[in-house]
């Protein structure tokens, strides 16, 4: 299992704040993108995995919509969290 409770704990406690704050729109950030990648990297092994790829999309366009939210609410930490991730925009 590549997404263990002490990962995600430690992604949480790391963008979010604190371990128990996984509400947090940085930590779900943080936590979508460490699912990306995952993904992305599963599908350059296996290419025919059509469902995977669906939820990778799937998961894309969800990270999309928090990072707009985040991004009308508070521009400096959609900045932050977009720097610290590496994520292009």
Do not use: C, P, W
């Amino acid at each position: 299992m590549y997404l263990t409770k002490e990962v995600k704990a430690k992604i949480f406690k790391k963008h979010g704040g604190e371990e128990k704050n996984t509400g947090s729109a940085e930590g779900q950030i943080a936590l979508f993108t460490h699912r990306i990648n995952h993904l992305t990297e599963h599908l350059k092994k296996n290419r025919k995995d059509f469902n995977t790829e669906r939820s990778l999309v799937k998961l894309v366009g969800k990270r999309k919509s928090l990072l707009d939210y985040l991004k009308k609410k508070d521009i400096t930490r959609y900045r932050a969290i977009i720097k610290e991730l590496g994520i292009r925009k």
